[in-house]
């Protein structure tokens, strides 16, 4: 357990997210304890960066999931001008392909919202302190796929039109493909992910974050 220094300044923190109630909440929490401030909120990626400008908060709790542009996006647009930053990534998708891209563009921590509640605290203390946090279950989801072959930008193009339902055929004409290189994809697809067909290529896509309808 890492205490609170009571000393220190207090660690500022600020909270993005496009839900006012989990901004709320964030806050709400961060205003209990005597050694944190919650400075800012934003409820959109370029909110997000606009308002880092102005505070540089200490450490800073970021959206996965929003309109304008993703957190990652966000945090790397943040980071481009503050290398520094210290940025957690906040999100509901438990699979370790989003937290693997996380981690390569420099999130210090990575949390699953629903367990804010008993970790978010610790977190944001251990980020503070130069740790990298990540929960287990994301770690152990990591660990499973770390040889995991990364599908290319079209192959997830492709299988996200088949989540969605459609045939070769469609998947080839929204693409401006082949239906023929759209099988070839699909080859390629089900032996990366070593899946048995179309449709449990998909769920695993969709449990590991790759993908989502």
């Not at 800012?40 to 990626?45: I, K, L, M, P």
């Not at 503070?128 to 152990?140: S, T």
């Not at 193009?157 to 759209?182: D, I």
């Amino acid at each position: 357990m890492i205490d609170p220094a009571p000393t220190s300044p207090p660690i500022t923190v600020m909270a993005v997210d496009d839900h006012a109630l989990m901004r709320s909440g964030i806050a709400s929490v961060i205003d209990a304890e005597p050694d944190m401030r919650l400075v800012a909120e934003a409820s959109t990626g370029l909110e997000a960066v606009a308002r880092f400008r102005q505070h540089q908060p200490d450490v800073t709790l970021m959206d996965l999931r929003m309109r304008d542009m993703d957190g990652i996006e966000a945090m790397t647009a943040i980071r481009r001008e503050f290398p520094q930053a210290r940025i957690v990534i906040l999100t509901t998708f438990p699979g370790d392909f989003q937290a693997v891209r996380a981690m390569k563009a420099g999130a210090c921590g990575y949390l699953l919202k629903g367990l804010m509640r008993t970790e978010l605290i610790e977190t944001i203390r251990g980020v503070h302190a130069g740790q990298l946090m990540v929960p287990a279950v994301i770690e152990a989801a990591i660990a499973e796929h770390a040889g995991s072959r990364t599908l290319s930008l079209r192959e997830t193009q492709v299988l996200r039109l088949v989540a969605l339902g459609h045939a070769n055929k469609e998947v080839a004409e929204s693409l401006s493909l082949t239906e023929e290189t759209v099988k070839v994809h699909m080859r390629t697809i089900l032996g990366k992910l070593s899946a048995k067909d179309r449709t449990h290529a998909v769920t695993i896509a969709l449990k590991r974050g790759i993908i989502e309808l």
